[in-house]
């Protein structure tokens, strides 16, 4: 899985590095496709229950699942990028979200939130928690802040397949829920919207999902390994 969690972030500087007005989602798509092929690893997006792309690529009110295609993206925009690689059968998955050229400090500030809230998680993942301290760390960050998050998308287990359990809300109660063991990874992955309000809408596409005030979104994730001396991040360099 850490082999895995290296071709991801792999993937994610990449596209880090490609990102600026003019250029296409699928473009990005592309960037994606090509860190795979160097690394000798498949996607774990591409077809999974349909999905035609290795990432996904949501601007501005996209929250998650956003199809690259010939979208170009503009000076100001936001785009999260969420994708995944499988190395001999093993699974790693991540996101983050960026500006495009210039963008607002609302969106900066965005952006930082969904990060720290994304760390605040990680930082009680330790033998005999629970995952509802998780999804407590996370909402704590998220509400103070004054930002929103969609209930109905949550992180995951993950492994030997992408998705696995238990799920990860973005949202919980402490002491409650399936406690963590040392050698379980775990997928986190924020999503907050900037209106503060929590619903989302799925586009007619079946897959993209926006917030339905309007209003900006950003999602951040690693793929965490549970250990004895604190929690390791699989999908950073």
């Known amino acids: 899985m850490r082999k895995a969690g290296r071709v991801v972030a792999e993937m994610h500087q990449a596209i880090r590095e490609a990102v600026r007005p003019g250029v296409t989602t699928g473009e990005l798509d592309r960037v994606a496709r090509d860190v795979l092929g160097r690394r000798g690893a498949t996607s774990n997006f591409l077809g999974y229950h349909g999905f035609p792309a290795v990432i996904c690529a949501s601007v501005n009110d996209e929250v998650i699942h956003g199809i690259p295609g010939d979208r170009e993206l503009l000076e100001g925009d936001l785009v999260s990028i969420d994708c995944g690689a499988i190395v001999d059968g093993w699974h790693g998955d991540a996101a983050f979200t960026m500006g495009v050229g210039t963008t607002s400090d609302e969106d900066k500030r965005l952006v930082h939130v969904a990060e720290q809230a994304l760390m605040a998680g990680m930082s009680v993942m330790h033998p005999g928690a629970h995952v509802g301290d998780i999804g407590a760390a996370i909402a704590a960050v998220v509400t ?35 406690k963590l063991v040392a050698g379980g990874v775990l997928a986190l992955e924020p999503m ?26 950003a999602h951040v994730e690693h793929t965490v390994l549970v250990t004895t001396r604190g929690p390791e991040i699989l999908t950073k360099l």
């Open 192 to 217: 907050l919207i900037a209106g503060g309000r929590d619903d989302v809408t799925e586009l007619d596409d079946g897959w993209t999902v926006v917030t339905a005030d309007g209003s900006r979104a």
């Open 144 to 178: 103070a802040a004054g930002f929103g998050s969609p209930r109905d998308y949550c992180g995951h287990g993950i492994g030997r397949a992408m998705h696995e359990e238990p799920d990860v809300p973005n949202r919980g109660r402490r002491g409650k829920g399936p």
